[in-house]
């Protein structure tokens, strides 16, 4: 079992930049891929960002290259999405997910077996 908690949602304007944390707990964290998806209201889960076990790979999707940054510290068990220049289409609530299953680089969201409770971005213009 894993268990993920994610923390720095927020509120912020147009232009800046809110850092995400996912902590992780249980299955040894070092060894598994881990993602951020988000949600928009009445919207499909999209897959933002992963990064592969030792933190030398990572995806992005195309609407967020140059703006974030997905790393992680496998000491603190712990994922990060660093978001800048934030956009008002940014606003969604947004997951950390672990694969598990030994994917090397997944991107997929059917491709995570374990996800947290989610985290309100709002950007305002």
């Known amino acids: 079992q894993v268990g993920l908690v994610e923390s720095g949602g927020g509120l912020v304007q147009a232009g800046g930049s809110l850092r995400l944390s996912c902590a992780a707990s249980g299955r040894t964290f070092s060894v598994y891929a881990m993602g951020w998806f988000r949600q928009a209201p009445g919207k499909e889960r999209e897959s933002v960002a992963t990064i592969n076990w030792a933190g030398g790979n990572t995806y992005y999707v195309d609407s967020v290259k140059g703006r974030f940054t997905i790393s992680r510290d496998n000491a603190k068990s712990t994922v990060y999405l660093q978001m800048n220049s934030l956009k008002p289409e940014d606003t969604a609530v947004y997951y950390c997910?672990?694969?598990?299953?030994?994917?090397?680089?997944?991107?997929?969201?059917?491709?995570?077996?374990?996800w947290g409770q989610g985290t309100q971005v709002t950007v305002y213009s």
């Open positions: 997910a672990a694969d598990t299953t030994g994917s090397y680089l997944p991107r997929r969201t059917h491709d995570f077996d374990y």
